[in-house]
């Protein structure tokens, strides 16, 4: 199946018997696209294969196809083109990692690419000797500290505390008003998608030449977009927010940043903190 535009492009191919191509020839051939275009594609993550019911990227442009292998694909020559904004690596903790994660960065690829993600920078960073899984997730839009796991064990002992709330998450937010007139210290408990969900926060300062306030903010629930969503309800949206609110737009982008992880590791048996430096 194909499906086409001037600039993007669909396959969906199964290898035919006697297919004597690598991976790189033959989706030139399918496509139209010169070698060199289908090659930076595959380094980005563009290219997919199914092997046996398990579908994998391949980066290879050399790779030999067998008969019976499903290729797909995904070709968009506007994301190929971005160029993304690096991430950092704060700490190394052998099982996991620990990451600043800029605005524009996505925490994980999509089918048409996975250069603009923090995991894709990961893998480069740390090389093929250590692999990398993703255990939780921030916003494009949101920077801020990201756990990045390194091995399966540590990966679903990581996601199993995301899972039962075992992570504290603060945030930092400049909202639209004056969150002085919900008190210090408040709590959010509408319910999101039908389910419960908390937010607190403590007002940290109002702006009355912004018209703003800034709020460090811990959530208790995972909910889609939680924070944001929140704080539109109860009249204080989040500042350069595309989606939630009214009268909020700014030229700086979405104010909100995670700035802290509390946990117990799982490894050394201890609660550890992580705070966001001033980067």
Known sequence: MTSQSPKTLVVKKTVSPNVPATACDFVAAETGLSKTRVKDAMNKGALWIRKRGAQKRLRKATAALHSGDRLEFYYDESLLSLKPPPANCLRDERHYSLWYKPPGLLAQ??????HCSLVRQAEIFFGPSREVFLVHRLDREVPGLMLLAHTREAAAKLSELFRKGLVV????????????TQGDRSIIDLPLDDKPSVTEFTVDSFSPERGTSTATVT?????????RRHFALIGFPLMGDPRYGKGNKNTEGLKLRAVSLSFRCPFRGKDVEYTLPEL
């Not at 690829?109 to 996975?114: A, F, L, Q």
């Not at 998450?169 to 002085?180: D, I, S, T």
């Not at 959530?219 to 977009?225: E, V």
């Open 109 to 114: 690829g999509t089918m048409y690419g996975d």
């Open 169 to 180: 998450k603060q945030y930092r937010a400049e909202v639209l008003g004056n969150l002085l």
């Open 219 to 227: 959530i208790r629930t995972g909910r889609f977009h939680q924070i």
